[in-house]
């Protein structure tokens, strides 16, 4: 028994850090994210989605994203629900924390600035 629960509590903390790590826009969207900035205030994020590209499912805090180019996406929540968006360059848009993954769904790249602010 006692063994048992050592293995359980081993299993689990090396799954734990992949979890929360697998939900990381940086990591999740690979080579598509650059992190540009990122200190104990804030952290900014480059993304350029080619057209059909994802970021993968991931979360943020409060964050702003400032638009780079026009762009259509479908963003997929993660209860499952989906919306899609049609953006202009230059359109800044407010989010709360949320889980969601974005597909391009435009022919041309999507580009944005995605800034996290983080927990003072």
């Known amino acids: 028994m006692k063994r048992s629960i ?26 598509n994210a650059r992190v540009l900035l990122d200190n104990d205030k804030v952290r900014v994020i480059e993304l350029m989605i080619p057209p059909g590209g994802k970021t993968g499912m991931h979360s943020h805090g409060d964050n702003v994203v ?10 997929t929540m993660a209860d ?6 049609h953006t202009k360059a230059g359109d800044t ?3 709360g924390p949320v889980t969601h993954d974005t597909t391009n ?15 003072k």
Request: some cysteine; aromatic content about 6%.
């Open 6 to 31: 050592t293995s359980a509590l081993c299993l689990l903390a090396v799954a734990v850090p992949f979890s929360v790590a697998s939900q990381d826009l940086a990591m999740t969207a690979g080579k």
């Open 105 to 119: 769904t435009g022919k041309t790249p999507a580009k944005a600035l995605i800034i996290e602010l983080k927990a």
């Open 93 to 95: 848009l407010w989010s």
């Open 66 to 75: 400032y638009f780079l180019a026009d762009g259509d996406s479908s963003q």
């Open 80 to 85: 499952g629900t989906t919306k899609t968006r």
